[in-house]
């Protein structure tokens, strides 16, 4: 069953078969190039970013390309990523399901 929590598309799973041992592989995606119609959800690669805000509200935090600070931005769930972030600190990598944000705040 599918539904929309906050602007978030939720997957809840009844049972679980696992059908062979590939690991899933991220895409590697540009925040600027993050559509929430298209990545809602995925499992992704954004690479150089910074935290621009590390308490959204009690599950998320968010990060803005380290280049482009003030451009598209992209929250990060707690329960998948367990970071205490601050203001400012940089990012190589973060790698996971994504919930894609415009800078003006809104949903992408």
Known sequence: MTNE???RSVVELEAVTI?????PTADTVALAE????RWDG???SVTDVVVTNPAVDDYTWEVAAAAAPDGARLLVDTLLHDVQPAAGQAFARITGPIFPFLATGGPA
């Open 19 to 23: 059908l062979g041992t590939a690991t």
């Open 42 to 44: 995925c499992l992704v």
């Open 34 to 37: 993050l559509d929430a119609a």
């Open 5 to 7: 929590r906050n602007g």
